[in-house]
Nanobody, 115 residues
Framework: QVQLVESGGGLVQPGGSLNLSCAASGFTFRTYAMSWYRQATEKERELVAT????????NYAESVKGRFTISRDNTKNTVYLQMNSLKPEDTAVYYC????????WGQGTQVTVSS
């Protein structure tokens, strides 16, 4: 069965950094594009970043361009999101999923940017 396990979130001050990880299992990871999504309190889930199945192509939401980097290691079935120069508006629960998103979601990992 498909499983997605996000980790690496936490509390960080504005300007700080976090590296999120998503461990995937239950499907042929290397054949799927993967994305990070986030959902802030009382807001809709939004697409943050996407990476192609081989890791050669990436896309980012305009709000995170230049600050976030998505990457993947197909030998580890893991996708990462390196987040730098964090802002309070980045506060959200972060989720990974295949792209386009399937109905299967993990628990997410909370990122809180606050002073």
């Amino acid at each position: 069965q498909v499983q997605l396990v996000e980790s690496g979130g936490g509390l960080v001050q504005p300007g700080g950094s976090l590296n999120l990880s998503c461990a995937a299992s239950g499907f042929t990871f290397r054949t799927y594009a993967m994305s990070w999504y986030r959902q802030a309190t009382e807001k809709e889930r939004e697409l943050v970043a996407t990476i192609s199945n081989g890791g050669r192509g990436t896309n980012y939401a305009e709000s995170v361009k230049g600050r976030f980097t998505i990457s993947r290691d197909n030998t580890k079935n893991t996708v990462y999101l390196q987040m730098n120069s964090l802002k309070p508006e980045d506060t959200a629960v972060y989720y990974c999923n295949v792209f386009p998103a399937s109905a299967v979601w993990g628990q997410g990992t909370q990122v809180t940017v606050s002073s």
